[in-house]
């Protein structure tokens, strides 16, 4: 149950947490992103990618992988970012941002193939979403939409990464390609772990409260 809850408990105390603040900043959200960046990385390299590399041909699982950093890419075109922590779209914009909400959607879903009952990715998936939700919830609230829209995009956000594991779990036609989609899922983690950890960083210099947020991250992952 914790696989389908955990996931949109995320989004909701995201949501929770923006509602009560005003600024990102109230949260240090940057030093969040750092942790929850470092923690899904070490994540996917301590759990997900060792379980891939054991079920496919080794150049066939970078191929895979690869191929999720490129659908990320794709997917960041129309997001403008909002995956790892920005959402550059005009508050004062009353049209609702479909490509944002869309391709969202189709991050937490894929997303929600990497959990499964034998691994840790749901933590990892829990600790990147409260963040993104925080800042996606921020900026809704402060766009012109009308609360009905706002209710409806966190709705459905919330629920695409519990539907993505439903679906691997269920779907006996996913069980022959499951390990592909993790390769690919693999890429998009290590694309928007990594993007956080270096855009965290202003100006590229050296922050120790940083460096400590990746350093827990890290042992966190490891230890669970």
Known sequence: MSDYLFP??????????????????????????????????????????PEVYNHLEAKSTGLFIMGGILLQIILELFSKGAEHGHVHIHKNSTAFPWLLFISLCIHSFLEGFSIHKHNDMVYGVLVHKIPIAIIISLFLFKAKYGKLQIALFLLVFACMTPLGTLISHTWQVLAHIGHILNAMVIGIFLHISTTILFESSDGHKFNMSKFIAIILGVSVAFLI
């Not at 929770?16 to 750092?34: D, E, M």
């Open 8 to 49: 949109f408990l995320a989004v909701v105390l995201g949501v929770i947490i923006a509602r009560f603040t005003k600024s990102s900043k109230s949260w240090n959200t940057k030093l969040l992103l750092s942790f929850s960046g470092a923690f899904l990385l070490a994540l996917t390299l301590f759990e997900l990618l």
